[in-house]
């Protein structure tokens, strides 16, 4: 409860920044009240702004729609598994990746398919053409997609094998005796057993769907250019940290937050509509 109020809540004073023309030597107490000025970039539609909140919710849908599920069939294929040691290894292959910094991660793929990496050098020793992936603002979504796949989908496996885990078996077996196949006793017992963890983790990840990895795009964002790879949280440290315009930075952070915050509100609200218990009750 320390750490989260001393890390959380008490930094959220800082958003009357939003409402400033802040600066930093003078500090909030000293920094003039420019309103609602700050806020213009969102209410003019700033170029910048757009482009940034464009990327980011393409983004955000690719990974919603493709990555979200992925740890699920995972989990499901694991869990088909008959040999536990197999199981075993497959799920620590799985989830090793997770432990790797974004600046591994990236070092990665970039000698795997950037301009000099694996993949383009065996095609020009084949004497093909190349393939350039790492800088093409075109594919940047897909990539930074493909990379959070390869790190985070094992790690989020193991969640969705534990509710697995708690499904008793004993209507496996009635299935079973009811002539129901594979397919239909992952359809009619697995899914329904594990829905309510899938609903919570899909609320969670709303939460988050403005967020979209600082860390692993601004490490590749030289390479591709602003244009293909700017987001709200890059545009944030773009303009606010480098182009010293703190106020504007904190109002495009502060409206962000108050988005994810509808999001996880409505989405918890369509669950209570289904009969899930989502984050919380009303």
């Known amino acids: 409860m320390v750490v989260i109020l001393l890390f959380h809540y008490i930094p959220l004073l800082g958003n009357v920044t939003a409402f400033q023309d802040y600066q930093p030597f003078l500090g909030i107490s000293g920094s003039a009240w420019n309103g609602f000025e700050n806020f213009e970039v969102i209410v003019n539609g700033d170029p910048a702004f757009l482009n940034a ?7 955000s849908f690719i990974q919603i729609v493709l990555v979200f599920p992925i740890p699920v069939a995972l989990a499901l294929l694991l869990n088909s598994l008959l040999s536990e040691r197999i199981k075993r290894l497959v799920q620590s292959v799985l989830y090793l990746p997770h432990f790797m910094s974004w600046v591994i991660v990236v070092a990665l793929f970039q000698n795997m398919l950037g ?12 004497g093909h053409g190349t393939f350039d992936i790492i800088g093409n603002p075109d594919l940047f979504a897909m990539l930074i997609t493909s990379q959070v796949v390869w790190k985070d989908a094992g790690w989020a496996m193991i969640l969705f094998l534990a509710a697995l885990s708690r499904i008793d078996a004993q209507l496996y077996e009635a299935a079973s005796v009811d002539g129901a196949g594979r397919m239909r006793q992952t359809w009619h017992v697995t899914l329904p057993g594990i829905k309510g963890v899938i609903v919570l983790l899909l609320i969670l990840r709303l939460s988050d769907a403005l967020t979209v990895g600082f860390e692993q795009i601004i490490l590749q964002q030289q390479a591709v250019g602003l244009e293909g790879s700017e987001v709200l949280d890059t545009y944030v440290y773009n303009h606010g940290v480098l182009g010293g315009e703190w106020g504007v930075a904190a109002a495009v952070g502060l409206v962000k937050g108050l988005v994810a915050v509808v999001l996880v509100l409505g989405a918890n609200k369509i669950a209570h509509i289904f009969g899930e218990r989502g984050v919380y009750q009303s």
Not at 115 to 126: E, F, H, S, V
């Open 53 to 59: 909140l464009r990327n980011t919710l393409l983004i």
């Open 115 to 126: 301009a000099g990496g694996l993949l383009n050098t065996w095609l020009r020793d084949q």
